[in-house]
């Protein structure tokens, strides 16, 4: 692990070069976030709720008819996700009971502020699709109101909603990277780490429920394709944000004490990432050639119509959903050890 | 104060609820600007009275932190926090030169204490010149406090807007608006700002005596600070100052004294509570040449929508393609 540290950050900690560094005393230069688990989650689920949008809207406004059941699952997973989502946010705050004051003004350059208002409108947008998509499936009734609602365009508000919704997914990495944490803000890929997790945990956490109830093999590839590439894209941006980071990723890869390269290399990076990827690979490679062998059972004129059930795909999704959590919570207690870091604090400062 | 004009009327039930709950969204009008305020704090007159520290503690009625002994030097106060504004730092420069005791570049005063035998009478010490038993160990201080940036961090992280400049183009925490979300404690890139946890739960740090400049006064460290290490005025003029007392020290044989914070290099502009230094900033626990946060929003925010339409794109595909 060691070894893959240096490795991957390009930085080998020189434990006697170091200790002819300048400092006071080796006091904390930063003060250190208090950010705890409501912000691990909220981040997590934040991103869920995001990128279960995104996928549900590509698949209504791209998609075949068969692919409706990932735009129902997708808006509905996508609300339950955001729901818990202002509660926790509320709950870190020193005085919850004035969490109003947020809403006093819209300032640009707050990524929390901006933060705060893309969580509001991307909540109007998420509780207003899924209840068109539950007045289209029968979950309101037959009354007037019901079919007033499954009138109205949801595709359109598909449209408008999604760059909300990349954006709640996408701010959180912003946001920590506007810090002057090292490990948050020397690289300044964690928005773009941050929204192709959003993206590979939703269609994780998408094709998990579709596995269980079951869905057409066909919805089920597509959706397994999108979750490829987004950790695909994650790795690299890692790799990338690893790299650019140098030493002040040492709290994250490291395996001293207070780094968290224990729980990063085993539950984030290799078994939620890189394992779920190998996997993902081989199930698409076997898919391929068993598809052709499909095809030529159709010709015969053996209709394959069947839904799919079960399989590694599920073992695969909950891997990505570990990863995806893991990631959050690292770089979250990876931060804060970043900052009680004095020496790394005045090496990040030489610029 | 919006209510009283209210009173006149009878006053339906809730009205004050009502008031109370739209107040934060009131805007004032802003008072008249003032010229700049700001610290000069000139180390090399430092004597590590921590006076500064008990008249901020003093006139801001902030608690005692509970007594600890760090073990490594008079420095118990060991950092900044919510309720310590003003912190008084020891720095023990022991054997340095590698423990060989190099002079500054002047003549020595030497081979007076001979004459001095023989007259009888003490000379004087001709100007410019070292002691012959100059020795280069050396203990510096430093009181430090918030660096009042001339683009703040925390200010611009700040996302109820309680955070302001006021019209001394200080600083300063709004602990009626604060709600406690700790942003602004990961960007201040000194370590100043800090919530209290086991008092309000809000974010706290030097007002540069607001309460004070409002009626004239000068804030209450400067006031206490017997050496005048501790300078208040216009920045301006105190960048002046010290610019003039960097050319006296560097004249005197010191030459790594320097500023800090003077010139535009740190945070985009500056700072409005600067220092001079006898050292590299790095022993003063000060960080070089931090950068500005709010600097990172545009690059990573572009990584995040290139990262986002790249997926989005072969989402479509995806979803487009037909068997």
Known sequence: MEQLASLTTGYTPDPAKEQQELTYYDYPVLKAPFWRWEIIWYFFLGGLAAGCYVIASIASLFGSKEDRIVTRTGYYLSLLALLPCPALLIKDLGRPERFLNMLRIFKLKSAMSMGVWSLLSFSLFSGVTATIQAARDGLLGKWWGAKLLAALPQKLLALLGSPFAVFLGGYTGVLLAATSVPLWSRSKHLGAIFVSSAISTSAALISFVLRIVGAPAKTLHKLEQMEWLALLVEMGELLIFLRGSGRAARALVGTGPNEHGYTFWRFMFGGGLVLPWLLQTLLLLGRRSHGAKRRLKQKDGVKSTQRQRGGIGLLISLLVLMGGYFLRRTMIEGGRSSSRDGRVALWHGRG | ?323
Request: proline share 8%; glycine share 6%; aromatic share 8%.
């Open chain 2, 1 to 323: 104060m919006a209510l009283n004009r209210l009173h006149n009327f009878p006053v339906l039930p809730g009205t004050q609820r009502l008031a109370d709950l739209i107040a934060p969204l009131r805007k004032e009008p802003p008072p008249t600007p003032q010229p700049a305020q700001g610290f000069f704090t000139d180390t090399s007159l430092c004597i590590g009275c921590k006076a500064c520290e008990v008249a901020c503690k003093q006139w801001n009625q902030l608690p005692a932190t509970a007594p600890t002994w760090s073990g490594s030097s008079y420095d118990n106060t060991q950092q900044l926090s919510a309720t310590t504004w003003r912190h008084v730092q020891f720095i023990e420069q022991i054997g340095r030169n590698g423990g060989r005791n190099v002079p500054p570049n002047l003549p020595l005063f030497e081979d007076r204490i001979e004459t001095a035998k023989s007259n009888g009478t003490i000379p004087a010490t001709p100007p410019r010149t070292a002691l012959p038993f100059f020795n280069s160990d050396r203990w510096l201080m430093q009181s430090d406090v918030c660096k009042h940036c001339a683009h703040a961090p925390c200010q611009e992280a700040c996302p109820t807007g309680a955070i302001i400049r006021t019209e001394f183009d200080t600083v300063y925490v709004q602990q009626d608006i604060c709600n406690g979300c700790g942003y602004c404690i990961v960007t201040c890139p000194f370590g100043v700002i800090a919530r209290d946890e086991h008092g309000d739960h809000l974010a706290h740090k030097c007002t540069l005596c607001y309460d004070r400049l409002k009626d004239g006064l000068e804030p209450a460290c400067a006031k206490a600070c017997p050496t005048d290490s501790i300078v208040f005025g216009e920045v301006a003029q105190l960048k002046e100052q010290a610019r003039q007392r960097l050319g006296t020290l560097h004249e005197r044989g010191l030459s790594e004294a320097r500023l800090y914070g003077v010139d535009e290099a740190i945070l985009d502009g500056g700072l409005n509570s600067f220092f001079l230094l006898l050292d590299e900033p790095e022993l003063y626990n000060l960080p070089r040449n931090p950068q500005r946060p709010s600097n990172n929003v545009a690059p990573a925010s572009l990584w995040t929508i290139v990262t986002a339409m790249l997926l989005g794109l072969m989402g479509i595909i995806y979803f487009r393609a037909r068997e």
